[in-house]
T-cell receptor, first 113, second 115 residues
């Protein structure tokens, strides 16, 4: 079945460092791809999304490009802040059934001053 | 910004007891969901609900689980006889429509601890 794989965490970075969190997916069709973020003590928030190949999603300085040829949707940010400390989930929504969102395991990010 | 709200934020219950988790989806949304996240594990799909019936459910959603939309605003998840392994964060979510452009909005979750 469809699945999402993310790089293992936790990731610890200094403030203003460059962030990459790798995400690859397996899907039979043409899924929509998402990054969700979970700040400490809070729920899941949609960070960005892309619905077709070569689309770039962006929000709050984060961006990710839907790469069908490599089945990837890596999350990047040029300069992280302490407030970016959270757990980041890569996810997909199947094109045959938009009901389900399938999540990756999550990557915990800690940004230190 | 409209949001999905969930109550309680945390509930501790004894094994074998019934639990009802409550959710108020975004008011004009039509599709409703429950997901759960066992501590340290993935967020897993449980069930989706549309037009007053279950549209899809996972293997996790067995006969101990049920969902209901008792009125025009609430969406509930009931666990009939809780087990230790039901301890998890339960997320309610809602979506306006069913296509690739419609985002699923999640609530802040309800922590269930079964002792």
């Amino acid at each position: 079945g469809d699945s999402v794989t993310q790089m293992e965490g936790p990731v610890t970075l200094s403030e203003e460092a460059f962030l990459t969190i790798n995400c690859t997916y397996t899907a039979t069709g043409y899924p929509s791809l998402f990054w969700y973020v979970q700040y400490p003590g809070e729920g899941l928030q949609l960070l960005l999304k892309a619905t077709k190949a070569d689309d770039k999603g962006s929000n709050k300085g984060f961006e990710a490009t839907y790469r069908k040829e490599t089945t990837s949707f890596h999350l990047e940010k040029g300069s992280v802040q302490v407030s970016d400390s959270a757990v980041y989930f890569c996810a997909l929504s199947e094109d045959t059934s938009y009901d389900k969102v399938i999540f990756g395991p999550g990557t915990s990010l800690s940004v230190i001053p | 910004e409209p949001e999905v709200t969930q109550t309680p934020s945390h509930q501790v219950t004894q094994m074998g007891q019934e639990v009802i988790l409550r959710c108020v989806p975004i008011s004009n949304h039509l599709y409703f969901y429950w997901y759960r996240q066992i501590l340290g594990q993935k967020v897993e799909f449980l069930v989706s609900f549309y037009n007053n019936e279950i549209s899809e459910k996972s293997e996790i959603f067995d006969d101990q689980f049920s969902v209901e939309r008792p009125d025009g605003s609430n969406f509930t998840l009931k666990i009939r006889s809780t087990k230790l392994e039901d301890s998890a964060m339960y997320f309610c979510a809602s979506r306006l429509g069913q296509d690739s452009g419609n985002t699923i909005y999640f609530g802040e979750g309800s922590w269930l601890t079964v002792v």
